[in-house]
């Protein structure tokens, strides 16, 4: 393997998911929903395919997607953007980030992440040659420690790649502290790239795009995707909205790296980008339902378990029971209790900041949910 990948192993993601089979484990692990996807997306796709769109798409977007994440950012953010010159649909926002950084980063330019971060962002900014700079959220809040942010600053910073609603905490960034990043980006002259796939699972707060802060838009790139709001996780429907400035190198780097998007399945987002806004409550809600039932669940089961405003995730402190690390913790809870979470010292530059931490997912349906509580209380 290359130098660049090879302090990297098998994602934790699938790791755990195979873990779980191979155990009979109930995953709460790896962050898909074991439900399906609404026929209303599924079914544009098959017309699609039937209609003979199967095709290479335009390398940027079908024009139909490209105006539907228009109009959704503009009813999210206020923005108004040009569907034509300011958008690239990728596979998947793990495309668009690396398009991002393959796209916009040099080779020792100096990028800011938040840890715990998604794994992608540290294998792809070492693809990238980047140098990454890591600063710490830390619970119970997780928020941002500004004055450290502040403090890693420099000429050098090129960017600051972060993440509302966060994965793997469920911390979203209030308006104070993307008004403080803000401020630092203007002054410095930082770019920001800002993933916001789990934008429409907020549950305690509204999301807010840095984008939309006063001087943010020109120096920003909003990557986002289908899968989470859709529950179609494997279509790989990914975007990146920016101006022409910034989209260009994005665009480049998506050309060379996928060219373009499978083309039915980006008619299908385009239809699904259309939703009416009760299809966003009743997802909110039906979330908050299983939200509920994990993380009571894992109180009563006698986890410390951390506040998460978005995502499907929450994160627990294992320590009172007394195994002597995450990844230790997880491999008991696999064996012994048959439940799948997800060790998140993967998830930090040093492994040892994220040793009391596991992360579980509710994107399950509810019996799931009540069962992995049923097994937890019995056995740990
Ligand atoms: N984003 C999902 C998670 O954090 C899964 C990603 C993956 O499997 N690569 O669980």
């Given at each position: 393997v290359a130098k660049r990948l090879e302090?990297?192993?098998?994602?934790i993601f699938t790791q755990m998911s195979s873990l779980a089979i191979e155990h009979g484990a109930i995953n709460l692990?790896?962050?898909?929903?074991?439900f399906d996807g609404p026929d209303f997306v599924k079914d544009v796709a098959i017309q699609a395919i039937k209609d003979g769109?199967?095709?290479?798409?335009r390398g940027f977007g079908v024009p139909d997607l490209n105006s539907a994440i228009a109009a959704r950012f503009h009813k999210d953010t206020g923005l108004t953007v040009d569907p034509e010159k300011e958008i690239t649909v990728t596979s998947g926002c793990t495309e668009a980030i690396a398009a991002t950084i393959l796209g916009l980063i040099n080779p020792g330019d100096e990028v800011i992440v938040f840890a715990p971060?998604?794994?992608s962002y540290e294998a792809t900014l070492s693809m990238a040659g980047a140098k990454i700079t890591c600063i710490t959220l830390r619970p119970?809040?997780?928020?941002?420690?500004i004055e450290e942010l502040k403090s890693k600053v420099?000429?050098?910073?090129r960017a600051i790649l972060m993440n509302t609603?966060?994965?793997?905490?469920g911390k979203m960034f209030t308006r104070e502290e993307l008004g403080q990043i803000a401020s630092l980006c203007i002054e410095n002259d930082v770019l920001v790239f800002s993933?916001?796939?789990?934008?429409?699972?907020?549950?305690?707060m509204d999301h807010i795009s840095?984008?939309?802060?006063?001087?943010?838009y020109e120096r920003t790139v909003t990557l986002n995707s289908l899968g989470k709001t859709f529950s179609l996780?494997?279509?790989k429907i990914g975007w990146a909205i920016a101006p022409t400035h910034l989209i260009w190198g994005v665009k480049q780097a998506h050309s060379y790296l996928t060219f373009a998007t499978s083309t039915p399945m980006q008619y299908a987002a385009a239809a699904a980008l259309r939703a009416p806004d009760s299809y966003y409550e009743e997802l909110r809600k039906d979330y908050k339902a299983k939200k509920e039932i994990l993380v009571e669940g894992l109180k009563s089961v006698g986890f410390n378990v951390y506040p998460s405003s978005g995502t499907y995730f929450v994160v627990v402190d294992h320590t009172p029971f007394g195994l002597p690390n995450d990844v230790a913790f997880c491999e008991y809870l696999i064996k012994e209790v048959g439940v799948v979470a997800i060790?998140?010292?993967?998830?930090?530059?040093?492994p040892s900041e994220g040793k009391n931490l596991v992360r579980f997912t509710f994107c399950k349906d509810e019996e799931t949910l009540r069962n992995a509580v049923g097994r937890m209380k019995e056995r740990l």
């Open positions: 302090k990297f192993k098998t994602t692990g790896q962050g898909f929903p074991n769109k199967n095709q290479y798409a971060f998604y794994d119970p809040d997780f928020s941002l420690p420099s000429k050098n910073t609603p966060h994965n793997p905490t993933d916001e796939v789990y934008d429409k699972l907020s549950f305690e840095i984008a939309s802060l006063p001087g943010m996780t494997g279509w060790p998140t010292s993967v998830f930090y530059l040093d």
